[in-house]
């Protein structure tokens, strides 16, 4: 078959993603429909009337969001209907290439063009009884693509006029989302203009508006709307909460009509010690609560355990034990390319020394070098620190040598500290000079990310983003080149944070195979599969 350049461009990708023509169209990733969308309420009107246009026709109407979810359709028989459940294009069902090959909502939502697909240019068999015509959406006010709006009928009913025909529904579409956004501003700058006199922080936070007084603009950061944002998704009226800066404080929050925005008011909270308004970045590269069992290991000079995932900053950890001391650094990898015997006794020898001893990767230690590592413990009164992967990897000799320490302290990952992210990356932005800037695009971007190598991998970005800008501000566009997803997506819920976790330790746990992680969760694999999509899982 003689394929079209775009057509046979989009068959190439969906081959690439594992699929086959016999491939199944199943609901994969369902999820529920917001009937109060700002792209809804703009579409309603305009898909009516493309539904009575198309009343004495075989063809329906499709309109998917921004994840290429159908959110809404419009048809005027039941035969239509039955059809497209055939191909489960049902409204919350996510269509894209990678699942459904070739169509009028994938492919334009990966393209961002317009596209017609007529019957056997499907790349899925199921999907060949219909010709379609999709077009992206895409917001006038900000660019961004805001769903996709497509027209399909039975094969063979293929017409000409249906692009023009959609194109003209699709600016409708998007003349009414200018409206709409602007209504929604003048919304939310109204609600703020009425309590920005207060003498509290007052902070507003539109789709793609922000706004704040005197006192919001010197308590919030911009690192902080991420945070708020998840709050006000979920809470309403009072809470307490800490923000970047470590500040506690009270929050109101309010929301500005359907989908106008959030309404902040901010207070920090009096406490009966002083509130150090800083950057959390100043204390350094951990969680607080860590860095302080870090540092009172140090003062009292207790052997430690430090255990993390690869990159979570086990080494920085012991340095920061050893304070002012000096530290003499040994690696477990040197043992299985070299003597047991020579080893271990360079690790004797520096007992004299004074100072930390650190034992890089003691995972990695033969049971025999094990052995003599804890023998030196019981004999020695020398000040150790043993670096580790996560607990859960120590077996025998090398558990029994973990338990002889006096503090154990896990690293967590990167990933479980999204909210803290842009402050840890100005941290470690000032390693490479005082002279550069993340801008808040830069640091939703990094928010984004998984981080699998975790400090260590966002150091890296940081440090090639830096060799390409010396001076000044480091944009999205200048960190992207280091990051696996070069767009920011949503952030997860609190929920699907959680989920998302359990998912990798247990696929961690049970090396990678997802037939025992799916029974070991107590779940189907088709659901493991679709939840491990839906949050990204790698």
């Known amino acids: 078959m003689d394929l079209r350049t775009e057509i046979a461009q989009s068959w ?19 999820a529920d429909v917001d009937s109060r969308s700002r792209l809804l309420r703009a579409a309603s009107p305009v898909l009516d009337e493309l539904a009575r246009q198309l009343a004495d026709t075989r063809f329906c109407v499709v309109l ?23 191909i489960s294009a049902v409204p919350g069902c996510q269509f894209l290439e990678e699942r459904t090959g070739t169509n009028s909502l994938a492919t334009p939502f990966e393209t961002r063009r317009g596209v017609s697909v007529d019957g056997d ?12 015509y999709g077009h992206p959406v895409v917001h006038p006010a900000t660019r961004r693509l805001a769903g996709v709006l497509d027209i399909t009928g039975p094969a063979g009913d293929a017409n000409p006029l249906l692009g023009p025909f959609l194109r003209r529904a699709v600016a409708d579409i998007e003349r009414r989302l200018l409206d709409g956004a602007k209504l929604a501003e003048q919304q939310l700058l109204a609600a703020f203009q009425s309590v920005q006199h207060r003498s509290c922080a007052v902070l507003a936070l539109g789709q793609d508006v922000v706004l704040a007084n005197t006192a919001a603009t010197e308590l919030v950061d911009t690192a902080d709307h991420r945070l708020l944002r998840e709050l006000g998704r979920t809470r309403r009226g009072l809470r307490r909460l800490r923000l970047t800066s470590g500040t506690p404080v009270e929050v109101r929050v309010e929301a500005v009509s359907a989908n106008a925005g959030l309404l902040f008011e901010l207070a920090p909270v009096r406490t009966s010690s002083p509130v150090v308004s800083r950057p959390r970045a100043s204390r350094g590269l951990f969680p ?9 290991a140090g003062r009292a000079r207790r052997r430690v355990l430090i255990s993390g995932e690869p990159g979570a900053g086990r080494t920085t950890a012991a340095r920061i034990v050893a304070g002012d001391e000096p530290v003499h650094e040994f690696d477990a990898s040197d043992v299985v390319t070299g003597s047991v015997a020579a080893w271990c006794a360079r690790v004797e020898a520096a ?14 230690l033969p049971p025999l070098a094990a052995v003599r590592l804890s023998r030196l413990l019981d004999t020695t009164t020398a ?9 859960a990897e120590l077996r025998g000799e090398q558990a029994t040598l973990a ?11 990167l990933r479980e500290r999204r909210d803290e992210i842009p402050a840890i990356a100005r941290t470690l932005l000032r390693g490479f000079g005082d002279s550069l800037r993340l801008t808040p695009g830069a640091l939703e971007l990094l928010g984004s990310q998984r981080w699998p190598g975790n400090l260590r991998e966002l150091a890296g970005v940081l440090a090639g983003a830096a060799d390409r800008r010396s001076a000044g501000d480091l944009t999205a566009e200048d960190v992207a080149p280091g990051c696996a997803e070069t767009a920011p997506g949503g952030a997860l819920s609190g929920w699907e944070q959680a989920e998302y976790d359990v998912i990798v330790r247990t696929l961690r746990a049970c090396d990678g195979n997802k037939v025992r992680a799916a029974k070991q969760l107590g779940i189907s694999r088709s659901t493991l599969y679709n939840r491990m999509r839906a949050l990204r899982v790698r």
């Open 12 to 30: 190439r990708r969906a081959e690439l993603s594992g699929l086959s023509p016999a491939s199944s169209v199943e609901r994969l990733d369902f």
């Open 64 to 86: 998917a969001d921004d994840e290429c979810r159908i959110v809404a359709r419009r048809f005027s028989e039941r035969s239509v209907e039955t059809a497209l459940e055939t």
């Open 121 to 132: 240019e499907h790349f899925l068999e199921a999907m060949k009884q219909f010709t379609c």
């Open 288 to 296: 607080e609560q860590v860095d302080e069992r870090l540092r009172g």
């Open 351 to 364: 007992c004299a020394g004074g100072g930390l001893l650190v034992v890089d990767g003691i995972q990695l």
């Open 383 to 391: 000040w150790f620190a043993l670096l580790s992967g996560p607990p």
């Open 403 to 413: 338990a002889r320490m006096h503090r154990r302290i896990e690293l967590p990952p």
